[in-house]
């Protein structure tokens, strides 16, 4: 499995033994982290020009994001960039990773291709696909859809190559089809390993959309970032930092609450819930109202 | 017992007559062109009968039960099930394994349901059947449950409840209870029994457990290791039904040491 996960735990209401919240501990760290920052400047431990304090990096963010507002047409730009080119990605390497795993021919045949792009540093391909595609959202997108496709393939194929071999001695011993067995135990059964490709995937295709942005581009964060540092306008530049921070954290954590959607039964909370509402809407056939 | 309507009514299990089910002469199964698991298997089996299966590992009894049910091609010799020669899965035989095998993601219902869900599509009347069957193996109140929220006694319970649904006359067993606690074990093969009286199956139950192969069975199908033989058939003539007093009692141990003696002399 090629996937790396870093969970982002939900920590908010737990205490500790020694009777401080952890969101308190949190804060107090942010807050020192903070301050030593602000200070390092302030005190001229560290040139301004190079390292902008907090303040002028919030002022910078207040001036682009709400007196000036420009901020979001470009926030708007790369995210559809990521959206579109992660769901290319997506597609092409759930769709070939289906395709090795039902046909021994295909998989042998397009093992070679994979491992020379898995090999291949994929961002070089940026600027031969922005030679191909021009300066528009599409060479972002697709750059963005090379660069997110191999996890995703990876793990979708290890996911529905590993399957169990007593469940499927039990499917052939019911004389299921080879559509049977991958559509009610393959399939499903991948469905983890697949969404924690997804979660590396959406990582990446961000990276993906801020290369093409890189290379060229009259829109996005990428190039806003790109100028702003030009110009050594540092707290404009960390500014827009943050915002791809933030577009960061929106897309893994919309990756986490759909694999926590799909995948539900390796959450005992969900499986809880979704075993009582099938009770409930089964109660006519179980006959004696709710059961245990 | 309605539970089991729809299994037919075996003709001639109380009668002397009983009818022959699987019959097996000279098979052997070699691997690899080299690795000879089994040789020269001969036996009969009778509708209805309860067999276990048992010999130490690499004896073949897991290999030879995947020959019954036509999950591997024999490399010679004739095995018949129901009058015709075995060469693929077929819906009369349907089998267990020791890993509970259960759809994580389906509940205890759909996973009952499979054999009809991979058959076209389940009807009301399927699920009615179901609820039935899982009142049988003892998990009512658990249809809706989800296999992850489950011991793993209950689990096996599922695979059983999802076996009966086959509909399959010929059940093959392999170590079904073999990862579970000894109290849960004995448990489940008292009911087992039970269920197998209600349902009138014929059953091969491979085992490494001498107490239980001979609590379970009608004949003891003892095997050695390299190459797998069958080495001897023990008869268990004990009166069913049977509970685990029985095995405090002469003529019980009488056969478990017969069977220990067989297996002691061949390795």
């Given at each position: 499995m090629s996937a790396t996960e870093i969970p982002l735990e939900n920590s908010a209401g737990r205490t500790t033994t020694s009777?401080?919240?952890?969101?308190?501990?949190?804060?107090?760290?942010?807050?020192?982290?903070?301050?030593?920052?602000?200070?390092?400047?302030?005190?001229?431990?560290?040139?301004?020009?190079?390292?902008?304090?907090?303040?002028?990096?919030?002022?910078?963010?207040?001036?682009?994001?709400?007196?000036?507002?420009?901020?979001?047409?470009?926030?708007?730009?790369?995210?559809?960039?990521?959206?579109?080119?992660?769901?290319?990605?997506?597609?092409?390497?759930?769709?070939?990773?289906?395709?090795?795993?039902?046909?021994?021919?295909?998989?042998?045949?397009?093992?070679?291709?994979?491992?020379?792009?898995?090999?291949?540093?994929?961002?070089?391909?940026?600027?031969?696909?922005?030679?191909?595609?021009?300066?528009?959202?599409?060479?972002?997108?697709?750059?963005?859809?090379?660069?997110?496709?191999?996890?995703?393939?990876?793990?979708?194929?290890?996911?529905?190559?590993?399957?169990?071999?007593?469940?499927?001695?039990?499917?052939?011993?019911?004389?299921?089809?080879?559509?049977?067995?991958?559509?009610?135990?393959?399939?499903?059964?991948?469905?983890?390993?697949?969404?924690?490709?997804?979660?590396?995937?959406?990582?990446?295709?961000?990276?993906?959309?801020?290369?093409?942005?890189?290379?060229?581009?009259?829109?996005?964060?990428?190039?806003?970032?790109?100028?702003?540092?030009?110009?050594?306008?540092?707290?404009?530049?960390?500014?827009?930092?943050?915002?791809?921070?933030?577009?960061?954290?929106?897309?893994?954590?919309?990756?986490?609450?759909?694999?926590?959607?799909?995948?539900?039964?390796?959450?005992?909370?969900?499986?809880?819930?979704?075993?009582?509402?099938?009770?409930?809407?089964?109660?006519?056939?179980?006959?004696?109202?709710?059961?245990? | 017992m309605n539970a089991v309507s729809q299994l037919k009514e075996s003709p001639g299990t109380a009668g002397a007559a009983r009818q022959e089910i699987i019959s097996a002469e000279h098979i052997g199964k070699t691997f690899g062109g080299s690795v000879v698991a089994l040789e020269d298997i001969n036996f009969t089996v009778q509708q209805g009968d309860f067999i276990s299966l048992i010999g130490p590992s690499g004896c073949g009894k897991s290999t030879l039960l995947r020959l019954v049910a036509g999950l591997l091609p024999a490399s010679g010799g004739k095995l018949n099930v129901m009058g015709s020669p075995m060469t693929k899965p077929r819906p009369e035989i349907g089998m267990m394994f020791q890993k509970p095998t259960l759809l994580a993601w389906k509940s205890v219902m759909d996973n009952v349901l499979l054999p009809k869900t991979l058959a076209g599509g389940a009807t009301r009347k399927d699920r009615e059947k179901a609820i039935e069957l899982l009142h049988l193996v003892g998990l009512e109140g658990f249809e809706y449950s989800f296999p992850n929220q489950l011991s793993g006694g209950m689990q096996q319970r599922v695979a059983l409840a999802r076996l009966l649904n086959t509909g399959a006359e010929i059940l093959l067993l392999d170590e079904p209870f073999g990862a579970l606690d000894e109290f849960t074990r004995e448990r489940l093969n008292v009911e087992l029994l039970r269920i197998q009286r209600e349902v009138k199956a014929t059953i091969l139950f491979v085992t490494h457990n001498i107490q239980e192969a001979v609590f379970l069975a009608d004949k003891v199908f003892v095997m050695t290791p390299r190459p797998g033989r069958l080495e001897e058939i023990v008869d268990v003539p004990l009166a069913r039904p049977r509970e685990m007093e029985i095995t405090k009692s002469d003529e019980f141990n009488r056969r478990v040491f017969e069977i220990r003696d067989v297996l002691g002399a061949a390795t």
């Open positions: 009777g401080i919240p952890y969101w308190a501990q949190h804060l107090l760290v942010f807050v020192i982290f903070m301050t030593i920052w602000e200070m390092s400047v302030r005190f001229e431990w560290v040139s301004a020009l190079i390292l902008p304090s907090p303040f002028d990096v919030v002022a910078a963010w207040w001036d682009l994001a709400i007196v000036r507002g420009l901020i979001w047409s470009h926030f708007a730009v790369t995210l559809t960039e990521v959206v579109v080119g992660f769901a290319i990605g997506a597609g092409f390497g759930v769709t070939i990773a289906v395709l090795s795993a039902l046909s021994e021919t295909f998989r042998r045949l397009v093992q070679p291709y994979m491992v020379a792009l898995q090999v291949t540093p994929r961002i070089a391909i940026a600027p031969i696909i922005v030679a191909w595609l021009g300066f528009g959202m599409e060479p972002k997108m697709a750059i963005a859809a090379i660069i997110c496709f191999f996890p995703i393939f990876i793990n979708s194929l290890t996911g529905l190559m590993q399957v169990d071999s007593e469940s499927l001695e039990m499917f052939h011993s019911m004389r299921a089809s080879k559509w049977k067995i991958f559509r009610h135990l393959q399939l499903p059964g991948a469905m983890p390993v697949i969404m924690a490709g997804f979660k590396t995937g959406i990582s990446l295709a961000l990276i993906g959309a801020i290369v093409g942005e890189f290379v060229s581009a009259s829109e996005g964060l990428g190039v806003l970032i790109q100028r702003f540092s030009f110009q050594l306008l540092l707290p404009q530049a960390f500014a827009c930092l943050i915002m791809l921070t933030v577009m960061g954290l929106i897309l893994y954590g919309t990756a986490t609450f759909a694999d926590r959607r799909i995948v539900f039964w390796q959450h005992e909370d969900l499986v809880n819930r979704i075993s009582r509402r099938m009770r409930a809407k089964n109660a006519d056939l179980l006959g004696k109202g709710p059961a245990v | -």
